[in-house]
């Protein structure tokens, strides 16, 4: 009797030593097919058995399946539950029921209480298995967190996952992560240090996917650091890696940051929407609705960029609806300052200022992105500025100009921080060759970058004004848009702009005579041996050429006459020889310190009235070189709809002079006026 007792004990330590583990799950099969899994598994159901469950419910998360997900993974907690399982299998399925909450419903709340119920599970084990499942949750929760825009928590379950990591692929994942998050927290030191331990990992796990990833992350870093081309580089980068890792989310993720990047830049090239397109096709593929938002919103974008106003709307609304479903409150509002932007420019400021009070974005949060809170002021100014409350447009305004200073003061911080970091060695590995090559040119070269610019930055205007190369200084902008955004980035150079207008006198009548094509090719015929370092941006537009001098007031005299001679030697070459007309006029003194784009586009206004003016005064002169000189700073309320009832207002008084060459018209003009 006392034998069997002791076999019976025997068994029953052997059946709580099996039970300490949790089921082994056909993971391998799962992942390989999950569709041929589920018609196989659906043929032999075992509805008592809590695994089985859980299997269904990892083959319907691979397929994107949420409500047979959802519905499978709770019958497996239920199970489990009854049948009173282990604790480690416990947290595992609350892991994967966090997953689908988090991947399929978007739902980050409920996503995190699952993980921290399996958490809970976890604490009292030390076991090696239990070791790991750790370093999953903790890496979940970090994940979680980051979605929830809780970056301090997101980071320290990230540290936690590290700390309790055993293999090393998850030690890779940890790094990258933490990497990921001290990025966002604009710790470029530290996010470099990490993405450093990841590569090293990557290399020795032969872990070849992990260096697109990589170069996506380097990319923000320098998107970041106000560095474009590099950043341009590193997505490309990306973008060839994904495709050859069939990747195909992140590959999408590329696409879109690249045609971001470039609209951000005014760098459009022909393949730029086909990159949009093709985002488009895979996220509808996938299906994944978090990329199709984003796809939509960039295509919205690259529409409005080109000031297609109907298009650009819809697809915004598209994104809207689709960021709200899925609870991306960031990404929404962007979204939702882009339908703003596109309201105002079909001047339905009546929904505009509905939708921009509704989001009621505070500009002191910290907590918000820096560049949705000086998207937002802007909006808010240009708003305010057309229900012409003045005092609270002013009020935006110097929201606006706050944001924008401590962004060009974050980007310079992040170079300095980056400086003092040396570059990360880039991994040699056989396979793929151009990826260490690669890496290691690509981060001399940015590395050779930053230390020019942070020169330029001491020496900027004599630069500026010793620039000797017109070729890196002159830009042809094909939109008006462009060219006045381009102006508005000028400001940071703190030299005097100056808009010089140039057309040809009885513009329509010679349209008439020899049409829109070849009067097109007259007014490019003036830019083409333009060799002046002082033009920094020119467009054509309204059958206008329009310059961006940027030069000090005492050597505008010598700019015009250098720029009216070139043009004369150009008008020879033209049969039959036309009359020009030109107006010059000081941006800041006109417009105020920090002006806007929409600033400069109210600003035409006064090159048609002063062309008017000037034909109404002397309509038998041949050629009509004219300038605007201020004698009181920012004259006019330029957003205003009764702008040209201002300016005449402005002439009267004398706040404004005409000059056509040396003689001032504003004598004249009074008499004229009244």
């Known amino acids: 009797m006392r034998y069997f007792l002791l076999a019976l004990l025997l068994i029953y330590v052997g059946s709580a030593v099996a039970s300490s583990a949790p089921p082994e799950l056909r993971k391998a099969l799962i992942n390989e097919d999950p569709e041929q899994f589920l018609e196989q598994a659906i043929l032999h159901p075992d509805e008592n058995s809590s695994s089985y469950w ?30 009173d399982d282990q604790p480690l299998y416990q947290a595992q399925l609350q892991h994967v029921k966090a997953q689908i909450l988090g991947r399929l419903y978007r739902n980050t709340e409920l996503g995190i209480e699952a993980l921290h119920q399996a958490v809970l599970w976890l604490e009292p084990l030390t076991s090696d298995a239990a070791r790991t499942e750790k370093a999953e949750i903790y890496e979940s929760l970090a994940q979680a967190y980051n979605q929830h825009s809780s970056l301090q928590q997101a980071v320290y379950y990230a540290e936690k996952s590290l700390a309790e990591a055993m293999q090393p692929r998850q030690k890779l994942n940890a790094h990258f992560l933490l990497g990921r998050l001290y990025l966002q927290m604009n710790h470029i030191s530290q996010a470099f240090s990490h993405f450093d331990k990841t590569t090293e990992l990557a290399t020795e796990l032969q872990a070849f996917h992990a260096y697109p990833l990589i170069h996506l992350r380097y990319g923000l870093a320098y998107q970041k650091m106000g560095l474009p081309q590099q950043a341009l580089e590193a997505f490309f980068r990306a973008k060839d890696g994904f495709a050859e890792h069939q990747e195909q989310r992140n590959y999408i993720n590329t696409l879109l940051r ?23 096709q895979f996220s509808q593929q996938l299906p994944d609705q978090m990329r199709l938002a984003e796809a939509k919103f960039q295509i919205g974008q690259w529409h409005l960029y080109h000031q297609q106003l109907n298009e650009a709307h819809y697809y915004f609304e598209k994104a809207q609806a689709l960021f709200s479903q899925i609870g991306a409150q960031e990404s929404l509002r962007q979204v939702q300052l882009a339908l703003i932007e596109s309201f105002i420019q079909q001047e339905q400021l009546a929904a505009a200022i509905a939708l921009f009070q509704q989001l009621n974005i505070q500009h002191d949060n910290p907590n918000l992105p820096l560049f949705i809170r000086y998207r937002s002021a802007e909006l808010g100014a240009g708003l305010a500025a057309r229900q012409l409350e003045w005092q609270q447009a002013y009020h935006f305004s110097e929201q606006a100009r706050a944001l924008r200073f401590n962004d060009l003061q974050e980007q310079y911080n992040l170079k300095l921080d980056y400086l003092q970091f040396r570059q990360p060695p880039q991994p040699e590995q056989s396979k793929p060759q151009w990826y260490a090559a690669g890496m290691y040119s690509w981060g001399l070269m940015a590395l050779s970058a ?48 100056h808009l010089m207008a140039i057309t040809l006198r009885d513009c329509q009548q010679y349209k008439q005579l020899y049409g829109e094509v070849q009067l097109r090719r007259v007014l490019i015929s003036l830019l083409q041996s333009f060799k002046l370092p002082q033009i920094v941006q020119l467009t054509i537009h309204s059958d206008v050429l ?18 009216l001679c070139h043009l004369a030697q150009q ?5 039959p020889q036309p009359h020009l007309q030109t107006l010059i ?13 929409g600033h400069i586009q109210a600003l035409r206004e006064a090159v048609w009235l002063s062309w008017y003016l000037a034909n109404q005064l002397n ?4 050629h009509m070189y004219l300038q605007l000189k201020v004698q009181e700073s920012r004259p006019c309320e330029w957003m205003t709809e009764n702008i040209r009832q201002d ?10 002079e005409l000059w056509q060459q040396d003689r001032l018209l504003n004598p004249q003009l009074k008499a004229l006026l009244d």
């Not at 008008?571 to 049969?575: D, E, I």
């Open 54 to 83: 859980m299997e269904l419910a990892l083959a319907y998360l691979q397929l994107y399946q949420k409500e047979n997900a959802l519905h499978s993974i709770n019958q497996a907690i239920d199970l489990a539950r009854l049948l």
């Open 258 to 280: 690249i045609v971001s990047l470039q609209l951000e830049n005014h760098a459009l090239d022909d393949q730029s929407y086909g990159y949009l397109e093709q985002a488009l």
């Open 450 to 497: 930053l230390l020019l610019l942070l020169l330029l930055l001491a020496v900027h205007r004599l630069q500026r004004l010793k620039q000797t190369s017109p070729a890196s200084q002159l830009i042809f902008s094909r939109q008006w848009i462009q060219f006045s955004d381009r102006l508005v980035t000028e400001q940071r150079a703190k030299l005097p702009l």
């Open 546 to 563: 329009w310059l961006g001098l940027c030069c000090q007031r005492s050597e505008l005299a010598a700019l015009e006459s250098k720029i």
């Open 571 to 575: 008008r020879t070459q033209l049969q």
């Open 585 to 597: 006029l000081p941006l800041q003194e006109l417009l105020g310190e920090d002006f806007q784009s």
């Open 619 to 622: 309509p038998a002169q041949q």
């Open 647 to 656: 300016l005449l207002n402005a002439l009267q008084l004398g706040s404004i």
